[in-house]
């Protein structure tokens, strides 16, 4: 009888424990996505299962060229993934394809150099984005709905970064890196 109490008790320490450190690490610091849809083709395809990072961005901004999990802005219960094209108090001009930025740095603008993207789409438009704006976009540009479409993205509405790709398993190891050839 010992012996039988001894093991419920033991069970219960262990469900407590794995309570206590899983459900803060699951809210604040990391979180399950599953990538749906072809828009960021050939980075990530559908049904991958990624683990994002909640943390970073809370003690840095995020660079361009980074890929991100964010809130739609047009509908804050959908989570989507794409990539950084613009920061905050740039204009980003599309012309046939091409991306240039325009900022202080370089107020004639300098054009992206994006070995991710897969398909382009022949766009012609100019974004001036406001502080605490994102422009993002899918590296399938031409299967992306992004903020050509409906705007920049709020800096509240970023949720983190993927970091670890954890399905399909034939795409182990898992980490993702962001490419190392994106200006600021």
């Known amino acids: 009888m010992q012996q039988e109490t001894s093991f419920w008790r033991e069970l ?3 469900a407590v424990i794995t309570a206590v450190v899983v459900i ?3 809210l604040f610091v990391a979180q399950p996505f599953v990538v749906d849809g072809a828009s960021m083709d050939p980075t990530f395809a559908s049904g991958q299962y990624l683990i994002v990072d909640e943390l970073s961005y809370h003690f840095e901004t995020p660079p361009r060229g980074s890929v991100i999990i964010f809130r739609y802005p047009k509908d804050e219960s959908k989570y989507f993934i794409k990539r950084i094209i613009g920061l905050p108090n740039e204009t980003v001009k ?5 991306v240039t ?5 370089h107020p004639e603008g300098f054009a992206l150099d994006e070995p991710y993207v897969e398909l382009t789409k022949d766009d012609t438009s100019s974004y001036n984005l406001s502080d605490g704006e994102y422009f993002v976009m899918g590296d399938n540009r031409a299967g992306s709905a992004d ?4 705007g920049p993205v709020p800096t509240r509405d970023i949720i983190g ?3 670890l790709r954890l399905w399909p398993p034939s795409l182990w190891p898992g980490k993702f890196t962001e490419p190392t050839n994106a200006q600021n």
Do not use: D
């Open 147 to 150: 903020s050509r479409y409906w």
């Open 94 to 98: 599309l012309e046939h394809g091409k």
């Open 24 to 26: 803060p690490f699951r």
């Open 101 to 105: 930025i325009v900022n202080k740095e």
């Open 12 to 14: 219960v320490k262990l």
């Open 161 to 163: 970064r993927p970091i």
